[in-house]
T-cell receptor, first 117, second 117 residues
Framework: AQKITQTQPGMFVQEKEAVTLDCTYD???????LFWYKQPSSGEMIFLIY??????QNATEGRYSLNFQKARKSANLVISASQLGDSAMYFC??????????????FGQGTELSVKP | GAVVSQHPSWVICKSGTSVKIECRSL??????MFWYRQFPKQSLMLMAT?????????EQGVEKDKFLINHASLTLSTLTVTSAHPEDSSFYIC?????????????FGPGTRLTVT
């Protein structure tokens, strides 16, 4: 069964507007971490934001915020004030367990975001 | 922050030959590293977990005899694609977790683009 689901293959947003990228997950482990990465055409994976399953508040990192709804098992990424440089692939990922060893990530299918001038 | 390097960044090889890709953690020791494969416009698929000093753990459907993983030291894991075929052409990315860091610190190498002719 798919553990991480991104239902939006592609999204368009006007420059300076906000955009929400959807991500739902499935796990029976009470301890997990959720990540969002940006992958430009160069291929590098750029870390954007992290939310731990026990974190009480939604994570924020500059223009990025994570709308964490634990009961719905969703972890949507909100990008405010979109910039042309935000055009890229965006991946949601989950790591089950919060131990200090291991740490494999399971990725969603990705969403290709295009920012229009 | 911690850095993970990969070498080479790109490689072209002939069908039937073998190619080795190195993944190094530059300023931390990683007992565990992860190898992913990514086809164009697709997600990152976990291939295997590389464990220092022991055998790698392969994901279902990944041929362990074809994708040889050696984690010889706490800072180096290698992936060898043996008897490469054109269908092995892909983007290979490694990642590692800094055990000294927080749960969010999961680092990716810049990736290796393999083309088999």
């Amino acid at each position: 069964a798919q553990k991480i689901t991104q239902t939006q293959p592609g999204m368009f947003v006007q420059e300076k507007e906000a955009v929400t990228l959807d991500c739902t997950y499935d796990t029976s482990d009470p301890s997990y971490g959720l990540f969002w990465y940006k992958q430009p055409s160069s291929g590098e994976m750029i870390f954007l934001i992290y939310q731990g399953s026990y974190d009480q508040q939604n994570a924020t990192e500059g223009r990025y915020s994570l709308n964490f709804q634990k009961a719905r098992k969703s972890a949507n990424l909100v990008i405010s004030a979109s910039q042309l440089g935000d055009s890229a692939m965006y991946f949601c990922a989950m790591r089950e367990g919060l131990d200090n060893q291991g740490g494999k990530l399971i990725f969603g299918q990705g969403t290709e975001l295009s920012v229009k001038p | 922050g911690a850095v993970v390097s990969q070498h080479p960044s790109w490689v072209i090889c002939k069908s039937g030959t073998s190619v080795k890709i190195e993944c190094r953690s530059l300023d931390f020791q990683a007992t565990t590293m992860f190898w992913y494969r990514q086809f164009p416009k697709q997600s990152l698929m976990l291939m295997a977990t590389s464990n220092e000093g022991s055998k790698a753990t392969y994901e279902q459907g990944v041929e362990k005899d074809k994708f040889l993983i050696n984690h010889a030291s706490l800072t180096l894991s290698t992936l060898t694609v043996t008897s490469a075929h054109p269908e092995d052409s892909s983007f290979y990315i490694c990642s590692a977790r800094d055990p000294r860091g927080s749960a969010r610190e999961q680092y990716f190498g810049p990736g290796t683009r393999l083309t088999v002719t």
